[in-house]
């Protein structure tokens, strides 16, 4: 059993059993962080699991590649950051098509600060909010970042701070 499984005949190959409980572990360690940070980034429960599930399958069709990086989940949050990229650019392309139909809003969370906190986070240039999101939230260095995010580190730093002071002036916060 040195081959990998077949589904029906001339089906892609299904991951040895191994390599799959090594990657349904990498999903069980991973998948809260990128749920939260997508549900930040779109603001929308529902679209931040389509987004997270596109990117695990995305992952696992290149899990052998994937799993020999020194940073797997980097590679997922870049994954998943490019599906909700091409995501924004379908739906921009989909509004300008029709007329009058506005995008709805999504109710995030129970409380009123993290509505309040959403919204200004949606208001927010996505690359400034991707940076926050990847530094604040997810804890990576502005150099683990600006290669996530195809930057220089600086330019983290810098769209960073422009995004918690444009959050602060937003959410009426004083410094």
């Given amino acids: 059993m040195d081959e990998p499984l077949r589904l029906v005949a001339g089906s892609q190959p299904v991951a040895p059993l191994a390599e799959t409980a090594s990657f349904e572990v990498f999903v069980t360690d991973s998948q ?12 929308s429960r ?5 987004i997270a599930q596109e990117a695990y399958v ?3 069709e290149r ?20 599906v909700f990229r091409k995501r924004l650019r379908r739906a921009g392309i989909a509004l300008r098509r029709s007329i ?8 995030f969370g129970a ?16 690359d400034q909010r991707a940076a926050l999101v990847v530094t604040a939230l997810l804890g990576y ?6 290669r996530m995010l195809g930057v220089q580190p600086s330019t983290i730093r810098a769209r960073a701070t422009r995004a918690r002071t444009a ?3 937003l959410i009426g916060e004083e410094r």
């Fill in 58 to 60: 995305r992952v696992l």
């Fill in 63 to 82: 899990w052998d590649h994937v799993q020999r990086l020194d940073d797997p989940t980097g590679y997922l949050f870049v994954t998943a950051l490019n």
């Fill in 46 to 50: 529902h679209e931040a699991e389509e």
């Fill in 100 to 107: 009058g139909i506005a995008p709805s809003q999504d109710a």
């Fill in 167 to 169: 959050l602060r002036e």
């Fill in 32 to 43: 809260a962080r990128l749920f939260g940070s997508l549900c930040l980034m779109t603001g």
């Fill in 141 to 146: 260095s502005s150099e683990e970042a600006g």
């Fill in 111 to 126: 409380t009123e600060d993290r509505a309040v906190v959403l919204g200004a986070l949606a208001q927010l240039p996505l």
